[in-house]
Antibody, heavy 112, light 110 residues
Framework: QVQLVESGGGVVQPGGSLRLSCAAS????????MHWVRQAPGKGLEWVAF????????YYADSVKGRFTISRDNSKNTLYLQMNSLRAEDTAVYYC?????WGQGTLVTVSS | QSALTQPPSASGSPGQSVTISCTGT?????????VSWYHQHPGKAPKLIIY???KRPSGVPDRFSGSKSGNTASLTVSGLQADDEADYYC??????????FGGGTKLTVL
């Protein structure tokens, strides 16, 4: 069965960096484009970034462009999100998603 | 990248039907047949219930149906059950390889 398991969340100070990972299993990871979507506490869903199946193109929400980088390693069935220059408003649960399947999310808290 | 517009709340009694709207623009909902709907129970990840406007993933009951007219997509939940109480989100592909979500609708089963 399809499984997506995020890791790497935690507490970081404003201006700091964090790298999230998403381990995929149960499907041919290299055949699917993948998303990161986030949800601030008590708020709705916000699309963050998308990467094509082969890593050839990446797309970002304006709110994270220039600060976040999505990448993937198809040999390891793993999706990544490098987050730099973090702000308080980046505090959220970050989900890795194939759009039809989602992980359980990892919480990122940006606070001093 | 403006969010799609959903009503903040909706409600219905068990057995009734309820429809949730999702309004966008020609650059997202109106321009593409890539509207999806999700429901999310508290503390859980979103679950896909409708994709490509009106298609249901395997395992999703036919009580859930989707449609689109112009820049507005709709989700109808028929035969409401207690477990349908959740937050519902629409999403759409948008111009220049972006995706956008609605603000969410809290569905209450009375």
């Amino acid at each position: 069965q399809v499984q997506l398991v995020e890791s790497g969340g935690g507490v970081v100070q404003p201006g700091g960096s964090l790298r999230l990972s998403c381990a995929a299993s149960g499907f041919t990871f290299s055949s699917y484009g993948m998303h990161w979507v986030r949800q601030a506490p008590g708020k709705g869903l916000e699309w963050v970034a998308f990467i094509r199946y082969d890593g050839s193109n990446e797309y970002y929400a304006d709110s994270v462009k220039g600060r976040f980088t999505i990448s993937r390693d198809n040999s390891k069935n793993t999706l990544y999100l490098q987050m730099n220059s973090l702000r308080a408003e980046d505090t959220a649960v970050y989900y890795c998603a194939r759009i039809d399947y989602w992980g359980q999310g990892t919480l990122v808290t940006v606070s001093s | 990248q403006s969010a799609l517009t959903q009503p903040p709340s909706a409600s219905g009694s068990p057995g009734q039907s309820v429809t949730i709207s999702c309004t966008g623009t020609n650059s997202d909902v109106g321009g593409y047949n890539y509207v999806s709907w999700y429901h999310q129970h508290p503390g859980k990840a979103p679950k896909l219930i409708i994709y490509e406007v009106s298609k249901r993933p395997s395992g999703v009951p036919d009580r859930f149906s989707g449609s689109k007219s112009g820049n507005t997509a709709s989700l109808t939940v028929s035969g409401l059950q207690a477990d349908d109480e959740a937050d519902y989100y629409c999403s759409s592909y948008a111009d220049t390889n972006n995706w956008v979500f609605g603000g969410g609708t809290k569905l209450t089963v009375l």
